[in-house]
T-cell receptor
Framework: GNSVTQMEGPVTLSEEAFLTINCTYT??????LFWYVQYPGEGLQLLLK?????DKGSNKGFEATYRKETTSFHLEKGSVQVSDSAVYFC???????????FGTGTKLQVIP | DGGITQSPKYLFRKEGQNVTLSCEQN?????MYWYRQDPGQGLRLIYY???????QKGDIAEGYSVSREKKESFPLTVTSAQKNPTAFYLC??????????????FGPGTRLTVT
């Protein structure tokens, strides 16, 4: 079945540092790919998505490019802020009728 | 505004009591999901439903039950058989189909404490 391998955390960065969180996937075909973010005490929110190969999803300064040649969807941000401290989940690809099983996510802590 | 609501946000129960967590969505989504999250852990799938009156067990269904009598509602009952029920519970929904993208929309969660 479809699955992801996501970099383990926690990741601690200073404010304005560059962020990369690695995510590689296995999937049948070329499904949409997603990154979610969870702030403390809240539910998950969709951060960005890419619906086909070579697409770049972006939101709030975060970017991820759907690379089918390396089966990767790494999350990047050029300059992190303290407010970016959260847990980030790379969601496994799924077809419309498949369940989704999330991993543990990557906790990011940004210090001033 | 469309979205998912979960109530209550905090719930306290005594050991041995069943408790039902509410989840309602007005997004007209076919699929709904329940996840459990423990401190510092990822999400684990409890149950999911793709259509009214049908649902499937996820990875950790023991000690839980669900119903799907209406498209917009998917309540979760934590029974006394669940050995360690204290956790953060998240409900989600998504559209279904063979085309398009299927992001999940999450509720704000219910934090259940059993003592």
């Amino acid at each position: 079945g479809n699955s992801v391998t996501q970099m383990e955390g926690p990741v601690t960065l200073s404010e304005e540092a560059f962020l990369t969180i690695n995510c590689t996937y296995t999937a049948t075909g070329y499904p949409s790919l997603f990154w979610y973010v969870q702030y403390p005490g809240e539910g998950l929110q969709l951060l960005l998505k890419a619906t086909k190969a070579d697409d770049k999803g972006s939101n709030k300064g975060f970017e991820a490019t759907y690379r089918k040649e390396t089966t990767s969807f790494h999350l990047e941000k050029g300059s992190v802020q303290v407010s970016d401290s959260a847990v980030y989940f790379c969601a496994p690809p799924r077809g419309g009728y498949q369940k989704v099983t999330f991993g543990t996510g990557t906790k990011l802590q940004v210090i001033p | 505004d469309g979205g998912i609501t979960q109530s209550p946000k905090y719930l306290f129960r005594k050991e041995g009591q069943n408790v039902t967590l509410s989840c309602e969505q007005n997004l007209n989504h076919d699929a709904m999901y329940w996840y459990r999250q423990d401190p510092g852990q990822g999400l684990r799938l409890i149950y999911y439903s793709q259509i009214v009156n049908d649902f499937q067990k996820g990875d950790i269904a023991e000690g839980y039950s669900v119903s799907r009598e209406k498209k917009e509602s998917f309540p979760l009952t934590v029974t006394s058989a669940q050995k360690n029920p204290t956790a953060f519970y998240l409900c989600a929904s998504s559209p279904l189909g063979t085309g398009g993208s299927y992001e999940q929309y999450f509720g704000p969660g219910t934090r259940l404490t059993v003592t």
